[in-house]
């Protein structure tokens, strides 16, 4: 399996896997390119709330009322 890239077009460019391949035009890949970012720090997010939310699941078992997460635990968040 082989990934090549290369340019067709002042404004395209090409993208191989194997056989199968797609011509994209410089905005479609512009929106491509600011999903994949958006999608890393979303998933760092994730990886650095994961300690976090673990003490809280750990903290709320067994109660039988509801456990407000601590404020400092957002690191994310605008409160």
């Not at 512009?30 to 709330?49: C, G, K, P, V």
Request: glycine fraction near 2%; hydrophobic fraction near 50%; aromatic fraction near 8%.
């Amino acid at each position: 399996m082989s990934l090549r890239m290369q340019t067709v077009a002042e404004n395209s460019a090409r993208i191989a896997l194997d056989w199968t391949f797609v011509i994209l035009r410089l905005p479609k890949l512009e929106y491509l390119l600011l999903n994949l970012t958006a999608l890393t720090i979303q998933l760092a997010r994730y990886q650095l709330a994961g300690s976090d939310v673990s003490e809280y699941v750990q903290s709320a078992t067994g109660c039988t009322a509801f456990v407000p997460p601590k404020v400092s635990a957002c690191h994310f968040c605008a409160i």
